[in-house]
Protein backbone atom coordinates (compact mmCIF):
# COMPACT_ATOMS: atom_id res chain seq x y z
CA UNK A 1 0.00 0.00 0.00
CA UNK A 2 0.98 3.50 -0.98
CA UNK A 3 0.09 6.98 1.05
CA UNK A 4 1.17 10.30 -0.21
CA UNK A 5 0.43 13.04 2.55
CA UNK A 6 -0.10 16.35 1.86
CA UNK A 7 1.07 19.41 3.89
CA UNK A 8 1.21 22.84 3.09
CA UNK A 9 -1.76 24.46 1.30
CA UNK A 10 -3.58 27.52 3.05
CA UNK A 11 -5.04 31.02 2.47
CA UNK A 12 -2.60 33.73 1.30
CA UNK A 13 -2.78 37.17 -0.14
CA UNK A 14 -1.82 37.61 -3.59
CA UNK A 15 1.86 37.98 -4.14
CA UNK A 16 2.74 35.93 -1.18
CA UNK A 17 4.07 32.30 -0.92
CA UNK A 18 3.41 28.99 0.49
CA UNK A 19 5.35 25.68 0.44
CA UNK A 20 3.65 22.43 -0.61
CA UNK A 21 5.09 19.11 0.84
CA UNK A 22 4.33 15.93 0.05
CA UNK A 23 5.66 12.42 1.66
CA UNK A 24 5.27 9.10 0.16
CA UNK A 25 5.47 5.70 2.40
CA UNK A 26 4.93 2.61 2.19
CA UNK A 27 5.40 0.28 -0.81
CA UNK A 28 6.83 2.78 -2.90
CA UNK A 29 9.98 0.26 -3.80
CA UNK A 30 10.17 1.70 -7.74
CA UNK A 31 9.60 5.54 -6.86
CA UNK A 32 10.35 7.36 -10.01
CA UNK A 33 8.88 10.71 -11.12
CA UNK A 34 6.51 13.17 -8.19
CA UNK A 35 5.08 15.68 -8.76
CA UNK A 36 1.97 18.54 -8.03
CA UNK A 37 -1.57 18.86 -10.65
CA UNK A 38 -4.15 21.30 -9.61
CA UNK A 39 -7.85 20.94 -10.24
CA UNK A 40 -10.81 23.63 -10.20
CA UNK A 41 -14.35 22.58 -9.62
CA UNK A 42 -15.44 20.89 -13.60
CA UNK A 43 -12.23 21.24 -14.67
CA UNK A 44 -9.89 18.56 -15.50
CA UNK A 45 -6.66 17.77 -13.08
CA UNK A 46 -4.12 20.02 -14.84
CA UNK A 47 0.05 19.23 -14.69
CA UNK A 48 1.76 22.47 -12.62
CA UNK A 49 5.30 20.21 -11.94
CA UNK A 50 7.09 17.60 -12.30
CA UNK A 51 10.92 16.15 -10.62
CA UNK A 52 12.19 13.00 -11.79
CA UNK A 53 14.51 10.64 -9.41
CA UNK A 54 17.50 12.71 -10.72
CA UNK A 55 15.84 15.92 -10.38
CA UNK A 56 15.06 16.77 -14.21
CA UNK A 57 12.02 19.19 -14.27
CA UNK A 58 8.75 20.48 -16.01
CA UNK A 59 6.63 23.18 -15.35
CA UNK A 60 3.58 24.52 -16.90
CA UNK A 61 3.87 27.40 -18.47
CA UNK A 62 1.84 29.70 -16.39
CA UNK A 63 3.87 28.60 -13.57
CA UNK A 64 7.26 28.71 -14.92
CA UNK A 65 9.69 31.66 -12.78
CA UNK A 66 7.02 31.57 -10.00
CA UNK A 67 7.19 28.07 -8.56
CA UNK A 68 10.03 25.80 -7.78
CA UNK A 69 9.66 21.88 -7.44
CA UNK A 70 11.79 19.97 -5.72
CA UNK A 71 12.53 16.69 -4.09
CA UNK A 72 14.63 14.70 -1.40
CA UNK A 73 15.23 11.08 -2.26
CA UNK A 74 16.33 10.33 1.34
CA UNK A 75 12.97 11.54 2.49
CA UNK A 76 10.49 10.37 -0.28
CA UNK A 77 8.98 13.94 -0.33
CA UNK A 78 8.64 16.53 -3.25
CA UNK A 79 8.25 20.08 -2.16
CA UNK A 80 6.35 23.03 -4.27
CA UNK A 81 7.79 26.28 -3.61
CA UNK A 82 5.19 28.93 -4.73
CA UNK A 83 5.88 32.48 -5.18
CA UNK A 84 4.32 35.24 -6.41
CA UNK A 85 0.76 33.48 -6.30
CA UNK A 86 -1.56 34.94 -8.04
CA UNK A 87 -6.04 34.37 -7.86
CA UNK A 88 -6.02 32.01 -10.64
CA UNK A 89 -3.30 29.59 -9.05
CA UNK A 90 -6.23 28.88 -6.27
CA UNK A 91 -7.56 25.46 -6.69
CA UNK A 92 -7.32 21.61 -4.92
CA UNK A 93 -3.40 20.96 -5.45
CA UNK A 94 -2.58 17.27 -5.75
CA UNK A 95 0.32 15.18 -5.62
CA UNK A 96 1.56 12.29 -7.84
CA UNK A 97 3.70 9.34 -7.45
CA UNK A 98 4.73 7.02 -9.95
CA UNK A 99 5.84 3.76 -8.43
CA UNK A 100 6.36 0.65 -10.83
CA UNK A 101 4.38 2.83 -13.54
CA UNK A 102 1.36 3.24 -11.81
CA UNK A 103 0.41 6.87 -10.65
CA UNK A 104 -0.61 7.41 -6.83
CA UNK A 105 -2.29 10.63 -5.95
CA UNK A 106 -2.42 12.57 -2.67
CA UNK A 107 -5.82 13.20 -0.80
CA UNK A 108 -5.31 17.16 -2.04
CA UNK A 109 -4.55 20.15 -0.13
CA UNK A 110 -6.55 23.62 -0.95
CA UNK A 111 -4.85 26.39 -1.69
CA UNK A 112 -6.67 29.59 -1.46
CA UNK A 113 -5.44 33.12 -2.89
CA UNK A 114 -7.54 36.23 -2.32
CA UNK A 115 -7.19 39.26 -0.36
Same mark, same amino acid.
Given at each position: ???????????????????????????????? #?????????????????????????????? @??????????????? @???????????????????? @??????????? #?? @?????
Amino acid at each position: QVQLVESGGGLVQPGGSLRLACAASGNIVGLS #TMGWYRQAPGNQRELVAVIGHSNNTHYEDS @VKGRFTISRDNAKNT @VYLQMNNLKPEDMNVYYCNA @VIRGRNYWGQG #TQ @VTVSS
